[in-house]
């Protein structure tokens, strides 16, 4: 199975971006890279997702390398309300092994006001 | 609105007393999969299920049942619970790997 890389912390401060790494170097051709966070004390909430090309929503954007084995979610001006564990997962579109997720540690974002 | 709704919130139980917590979703979602969290370790996949009648392991299967009788709905069965099962418990749902949508968590406790 694919398996993420999260740094297990980060901390910002208020109204900065925010730039949080996930390393995926086994990521398979048919994996979109999901990003979901969980605030305390709820379960986890989707953020965003892509398969190659960067996304933006309201919430973050997502940056993915060229060559797919890394991806940043970008926070572009954190708030309190987005302290949280945010999690980077794979998940397979097709072939073996598809619903079969990993979710790792996560990160834990701290932000400072 | 949109939900997954999971039964009971928190359970307090003991050793060997046959235990289920529901899981049900109003979105006619074919995916359906159970969590458990616990402290350092993050979110782990008991149980999934791609459609009706079709269920497989996750990572941490060993002591837990499932079944898949209707779409809606996804169980998660503890046929003899034991302490070590004492973790908070997520079910979540999802269709054509679109993202999921996760219950509020189940607390169970075994003593």
């Known amino acids: 199975d694919a398996k993420t890389t999260q740094p297990n912390s980060m901390e910002s401060n208020e109204e900065e971006p925010v730039h949080l790494p996930c390393n995926h170097s086994?990521?398979?051709?048919?994996?979109?890279i999901h990003w979901y966070r969980q605030l305390p004390s709820q379960g986890p909430e989707y953020v965003i997702h892509?398969?190659?090309s960067n996304v933006n929503n309201r919430m973050a954007s997502l940056a993915i390398a060229e060559d797919r084995k890394s991806s940043t979610l970008i926070l572009h001006r954190a708030t309190l309300r987005d302290a949280a564990v945010y999690y980077c997962?794979?998940?397979?579109?097709?072939?073996?092994?598809?619903?079969?997720?990993?979710f790792g540690q996560g990160t834990i974002l701290t932000v400072h006001p | 609105e949109a939900q997954v709704t999971q039964n009971p919130r928190y359970l307090i139980t003991v050793t060997g007393k046959k235990l289920t917590v529901t899981c049900s979703q109003n979105?006619?979602?074919?995916?359906m999969s159970w969590y458990r969290q616990d402290p350092g370790l993050g979110l782990r996949q008991i149980y999934y299920?791609?459609?009706?009648?079709?269920?497989d392991k996750g990572d941490v299967p060993e002591g837990y049942k499932v079944s898949r009788k209707e779409k809606r709905n996804f169980p998660l069965i503890l046929e003899s619970p034991s302490p070590n099962q004492t973790s908070l418990y997520f079910c979540?749902?999802?269709?054509?790997?679109?993202?999921?949508?996760f219950g509020d968590g189940t607390r169970l406790s075994i003593l």
């Open positions: 979540a749902s999802s269709s054509g790997g679109q993202p999921q949508h």
């Open positions: 086994t990521i398979s051709g048919t994996d979109y």
């Open positions: 892509g398969l190659t």
């Open positions: 997962i794979l998940i397979r579109a097709g072939g073996t092994s598809y619903g079969k997720l990993t």
């Open positions: 979105m006619n979602h074919e995916y």
């Open positions: 299920s791609m459609n009706v009648e079709v269920t």
